[in-house]
């Protein structure tokens, strides 16, 4: 895989991505043929502020991905303050964020999308909270296959402390822990 690396990240993001770009995925590991940009949450605020989830505020990473003159570009953005702020491992940041680009996801329906599968309207936040809750065991479980899970535990554990849904966090730290041969029914392989 190959990343854009925006110039002003730290030097601990560059090592990261450096130990990223020195593991030996697998032949049949997903390629990804797009554009991967890393970059720091200052610098995506410059750049592309209104394309970027207020989710960022909170959060040691996140994956925006949008069409450009016809070319998906995948943002992997960096929090870098919050990541320093509660000693976050930047590798198994950006092996999840790399885990969200290359699994293939549920995407969440929208009314009509939930009528016409007989999904009830009342239960469409439900069914949403659940596809999205596949998508973050997903690319934990990229994190995990190559070697990253206890450091991902880690970073979950301090997250309890950013206010996000303190069930779905522990719900991911279980499954994480789970036995390793689960990881092959969580991780899809394509070429995107």
Do not use: W
Not at 15 to 26: K, L
Not at 173 to 183: F, K, M, V, W
């Amino acid at each position: 895989m190959q990343y854009l690396i925006d110039t002003t990240i730290s030097e601990n993001l560059r090592a990261s991505i450096n130990i990223v770009n020195n593991i030996d995925f697998e032949e049949n590991a997903p390629t990804i043929s797009d554009q991967i940009f890393i970059i720091n949450l200052k610098d995506a605020m410059q750049n592309y502020s209104g394309r970027i989830s207020p989710a960022i505020d909170k959060s040691f990473g996140i994956t925006q991905s949008f069409l450009h003159n016809d070319n998906h570009i995948h943002l992997i953005i960096i929090n870098e303050e919050l990541c320093s702020r509660y000693n976050a491992n930047l590798t198994s940041v950006v092996l999840h964020e790399i885990g969200h680009i290359v699994n293939e996801y549920g995407i969440k329906l929208t009314p009509l999308q939930a009528l016409s599968r007989g999904v009830s309207l009342n239960n469409l936040n439900v069914v949403n909270s659940q596809i999205q809750l596949e998508n973050e065991f997903h690319a934990d479980y990229f994190a995990k296959k190559y070697n990253h899970a206890n450091e991902l535990i880690q970073n979950l554990n301090s997250s309890l402390n950013l206010g996000f849904d303190d069930n779905e966090l522990r719900l991911r730290i279980i499954e994480l822990q789970n036995d390793i041969i689960r990881i092959t029914n969580r991780i899809k392989s394509h070429t995107i």
